[in-house]
Nanobody, 125 residues
């Protein structure tokens, strides 16, 4: 069964933090990799971060140094800790699952074929 359910989005002021969660079904969690993508209105989907089953992580340019992706195997949950948020981080954030990836492939949307419904993050200045 394919299931990815995101939570943790909300409204925060610039400089603040949010922690996104994605609870996955057993099937989805046991896929090779999971990742976070985001999309703001009128823009293309952007890779935020990806992590494979070996905990090898890759970050997009916007996330490097501010965001941390992690996974909790006991809870089948993917996390995205976001610190020092900026107004340009405002977007819908999506969790995704797919085949195993390495390096930059973890930021490629084509790696993932399962997607959650998204959680909205709004950062005000």
């Amino acid at each position: 069964q394919v299931q990815l359910v995101e939570s943790g989005g909300g409204s925060v002021q610039a400089g603040g933090s949010l922690r996104l969660s994605c609870v996955a079904s057993l099937h989805s969690y046991n896929r090779g990799s999971m990742g976070w993508f985001r999309q703001a209105p009128g823009t293309e989907r952007e890779a935020v971060a990806g992590i494979n089953r070996f905990n090898g992580a890759k970050y997009g340019k916007s996330a490097t140094g501010r965001f941390t992706i992690s996974r909790d195997n006991t809870k089948r949950t993917l996390f995205l800790q976001m610190n020092y948020l900026k107004p340009e981080d405002t977007a819908m954030y999506y969790c995704a699952a797919g085949t195993v990836c390495y390096g930059v492939d973890c930021l490629n949307a084509a790696t993932y074929d399962e997607w959650g419904q998204g959680t909205q993050v709004t950062v005000s200045s």
